[in-house]
């Protein structure tokens, strides 16, 4: 399992897809925990808005990267 394993970065792409109310609270203990740099690709706004630190939006039709601090 990659979570067990020692690593610099973490990159979750999606990963609330799927998962019932025990998985989230469970995924968003760890996230809250860990202090690793973590990278989380996902479109859920409201795990989002409870377990990140900042958010780097990337615009490839305007060729833009914008930073927002604090969630």
Known sequence: MI???GHGVLVLDEPTNDL?????EIL???VA????PMMIVSHDREF???TVTG????DSAQRQIT???DG
């Open 33 to 36: 925990s860990d202090h690793r």
């Open 3 to 5: 979570l067990l394993t």
């Open 20 to 24: 019932d109310l025990a998985g989230l």
């Open 28 to 30: 968003e203990g760890f």
């Open 55 to 58: 958010v780097v939006e990337l």
């Open 67 to 69: 930073v927002y601090n």
């Open 48 to 50: 989002l808005s409870r």
